[in-house]
């Protein structure tokens, strides 16, 4: 595929999916500090929440996400993770994986959401292992 500025990709948006709208979004404006942008649905039953430079979606149209095998539905990327960690657990955010340096050279720590989406947070640490 030829490459061209028309074509080029701006931004994605990660879609969360939740079983319990109000829920989900209590917990990304309340204890993430996200600001909710605009809902659909009535009730509502979709979000879209920004904070700083990131969006995401919330989905409850769609149903609750399927079991987490691990892995992450959603990376940010910050400028000072240790800024942003600290931030979190100082309003006592759950914090399910602590913040620690990877062998892959990014320094992030998880959190899950209360529907099992697992949210990670990373900045470039500088150290890389695997080079």
């Not at 979709?46 to 079991?67: L, Q």
């Not at 000072?80 to 062998?103: K, M, Y």
Request: glycine letters at 12%; charged letters at 25%; hydrophobic letters at 35%.
């Amino acid at each position: 595929m030829k490459d061209s500025e028309n074509s080029a990709l701006l931004r994605a948006t990660p879609v969360l999916k939740t079983g319990d709208y109000q829920r989900a979004r209590t917990f990304y404006t309340d204890v993430l500090g996200f600001r909710l942008v605009e809902e659909g649905g009535d009730p509502p039953r979709f979000g879209i929440f920004e904070k700083d430079k990131a969006t995401i979606f919330v989905d409850g149209w769609h149903g609750a996400p399927k079991p987490s095998d691990g892995g992450w539905v959603a990376y940010f990327h910050t400028k000072d993770v240790d800024a942003l960690h600290l931030s979190f657990a100082t309003v006592g955010t759950p914090i399910t994986r602590a913040l620690e340096d990877t062998s892959y050279g990014m320094r992030e720590f998880e959190i899950t959401d209360p529907d099992g989406n697992i949210l990670c947070f990373g900045a470039d640490s500088g150290a890389s292992a695997e080079g």
